[in-house]
T-cell receptor
């Protein structure tokens, strides 16, 4: 059974600090990895995608992927109160056919002013 | 570019009643997904369509849930009869190639 594991938190980080969110997955056939942000009562919003080992940076966000360790992380630099949300890690086995996302339960992040 | 549209936003029904949700994907997106998100959990895939064909419905409770995507555009998800444990947010997402984008969801409460 495919599983995606995240620490549910809450993870509390001071404003301006770096928030580090982690995710592990069990399906070695996973090829695409995503981070979604979900505010309370809202739908998931895609913030980062990563497909190959290493780091991918986009503004204050950096996604890191290590396929050998089956590990994905998201770093948020200069954390702002508006970053307070639940962050969902999602993985996908691509290559045609069934390719729906498998989500973790999410990490609740709180940025303290 | 318009996003994924869903309706209704909220629905309250009694158990054993039926309910239907509607989704209009982003224009040009061939792939459409329905997810169920129970409070405190991540979204769980129910069904995936590629154009108007079903690609994956392995996690759809077929005794009570059904879905269709006529003409490869809009989709409806139906629950009949509803159970208390069906209370959740039902999310529709669409994808062109790799990235999936979600609609605002329909919050269903079964009482």
């Amino acid at each position: 059974q495919k599983e995606v594991e995240q620490n549910s938190g809450p993870l509390s980080v001071p404003e301006g600090a770096i928030a580090s969110l982690n995710c592990t997955y069990s399906d070695r056939g996973s090829q695409s990895f995503f981070w979604y942000r979900q505010y309370s009562g809202k739908s998931p919003e895609l913030i980062m995608s990563i497909y190959s080992n290493g780091d991918k940076e986009d503004g204050r966000f950096t996604a890191q992927l290590n396929k050998a360790s089956q590990y994905v992380s998201l770093l948020i630099r200069d954390s702002q109160p508006s970053d307070s949300a639940t962050y969902l890690c999602a993985v996908r086995r691509t290559g045609g056919g069934a390719d729906g996302l498998t989500f973790g339960k999410g990490t609740h992040l709180i940025i303290q002013p | 570019e318009a996003g994924v549209a869903q309706s209704p936003r909220y629905k309250i029904i009694e158990k054993r009643q039926s309910v239907a949700f509607w989704c209009n994907p982003i224009s040009g997106h061939a792939t459409l997904y329905w997810y169920q998100q129970i409070l405190g959990q991540g979204p769980k895939l129910l069904i995936q369509f590629q154009n108007n064909g079903v690609v994956d419905d392995s996690q759809l409770p077929k005794d009570r849930f059904s879905a269709e995507r006529l003409k490869g555009v809009d989709s409806t998800l139906k629950i009949q009869p509803a159970k208390l444990e069906d209370s959740a947010v039902y999310l529709c997402a669409s994808s062109a190639i790799t990235e999936a984008f979600f609609g605002q969801g329909t919050r269903l409460t079964v009482v």
